[in-house]
């Protein structure tokens, strides 16, 4: 496999990730949130400091940056979760433009525009993994890892609850759910797996800056998720696939001219979202698995 | 016979609509009790208001005698007062047999308290009253998917499951084919009999004739009459206002 494969794998499998992490929020809570990228910047750069500053551990890395990004998701999502549905989502609007203004302005943590440089080859309990190919298998490690816990959590009462909540949160309150707890809970998770693959994302490009944590970023993951399929295992890896090799896949494809790749490629986002939404609202995976969900 | 749940004194606006005036309610165990008026009347209203999903302006809501000053949908289901809602709110993406597990899984967190056992206990539950209900072979199934009467039966399973022993039904049988509407006042009558505080609002009368053992009618959101159903329903001046040829 080519340096560009391995490193576009590596790219993919981070953002799978990502992608997954936002699923939880939108797919079983039905969270709109566009302030995901925000989550996954706090936690590259929580994992950049670790890096530069401790060890440059995958995991080290992984853990610090969920743990950043939890506790900012937790002191967040409470006031925000009070507001509902397209209250939110111009709550979490609001917050990714502060965001992007405190990642560019706190340059002691963030490096200012100019980002956090020089960040060290990642490692794993000592043991140097900065082979494209080591880096990969562990990344995978942690998604299919990750993959496995959500899918437990979501096939059990927790699962149900936020699903319930999703489908009408009157009749779930009504049975007893308290439904900011819920909300919350899925928010936390889902920005601690967030700021995980900010740590990795941290590590694998040795170098992070706030353009990688803009509101494009936060619509591209929404489009991932959304285009995968919402409340599917499998889907936002269908999605983040899609989204992520359709550039890469256009650039290998003749007659098109490299100064047009970029809007042939926002044409082909724009009419698969609108196909999508005409013949398969529930995504690529949608149907074939929507049925599994909230069973024993 | 003592009440479970009483009310005294409810009453709520909207700006500067009287949606609910000072209604006294008494639910007592065992006994079905019918919430009969015209649209807008505040039945609904004051389901809201019981169960606290509507903060009310003035009054009480007494559960076995003791005030419940705070209430929340939650905290109400938690003291044994199930509702159900005029347009079902199922949990549509789930199956039947995951509409009823939510409704009697009670913690928020990422486990339920009780381990293997309750979980045990908890499946039964939900067998129970999908069997009771008629929908075992559907268990698999997902709400959205249901027959009509199918979901208005699934909507009661949710809360036969709880084992709730105050029932608030929103038009549990509005819209029923005739041998549903007989299944469904059958299964209600059981409960009844097993002491459950059951409460329902309906528009057809028939139904309301031949279940209920209690009428209590309101207008304008206060409580104008209350009684034994053949004196309610053959009250020329009450049956005047329910088909909107006066108001009172």
Known sequence: MSAYLLNLAELGTIFALLSLSLNVLIGYGGIFSVAHAVFFGVGAYAGAQIALHLAPDVLLAALGGGLAAGVLSFALALPALRVRGEYFVVASLGLQMVATTVFTEAQGITGGYGGLVGIPPPSLFGLDISSPRLFLSVCIAILLAVMAGVHALMRGSFGRSLMAVRDSESAAEAFGKIVPILKTLAVVLGCIIAGAAGGLFALQMSFVNVESFTLDQSVLIMAMVIIGGVGTLLGPLLGTALLLLLPAALSFLPGIPPTELGAVQQGIYGLAMTLLMIFRPGGIAGRAEGRRWGGR | ?248
């Open chain 2, 1 to 248: 016979m003592s009440p479970i749940l009483s009310v005294r004194g409810l009453a709520k606006h909207f700006g500067g609509v009287a949606a609910v005036q000072g209604v006294d309610l008494d639910l007592p165990a065992g006994l079905i009790t019918a919430l009969v008026g015209p649209n807008g009347a505040g039945k609904t209203t004051l389901f809201n208001l019981i169960t606290g999903a509507v903060e009310a302006d003035t009054g009480r809501v007494m559960l076995a005698g003791k005030e419940l000053a705070r209430r929340t949908p939650a905290r109400m289901a938690r003291l044994g007062v199930a509702r159900s809602f005029q347009d079902l709110r199922l949990f549509q993406s789930m199956s039947v047999q995951a509409n009823v597990l939510t409704a009697i899984e009670p913690h928020a967190w990422f486990w339920q308290p009780g381990g293997r056992r309750a979980r045990a206990r908890r499946l039964q539950a939900t067998e129970m009253a999908l069997a009771e209900t008629g929908l075992s072979a559907l268990t698999d199934a997902l709400a959205a998917e249901l027959a009509y009467a199918e979901r208005k039966f699934l909507s009661l399973a949710r809360i036969l499951a709880t084992g709730a022993q105050i029932w608030l039904l929103d038009e549990p049988a509005s819209g029923l084919d005739p041998a549903s509407r007989a299944r469904f006042s059958t299964l209600l009558r059981k409960h009844a009999a097993q002491g459950v505080a059951i409460c329902l609002v309906e528009h057809n009368l028939d139904i309301v004739s031949a279940l209920a053992d209690r009428i209590v009618f309101l207008d304008q959101g206060r409580k104008l009459a209350e009684g034994e159903p053949q004196a309610i329903l053959r009250d020329p001046a009450l049956a005047a206002i329910y088909f909107g040829e006066r108001r009172a």
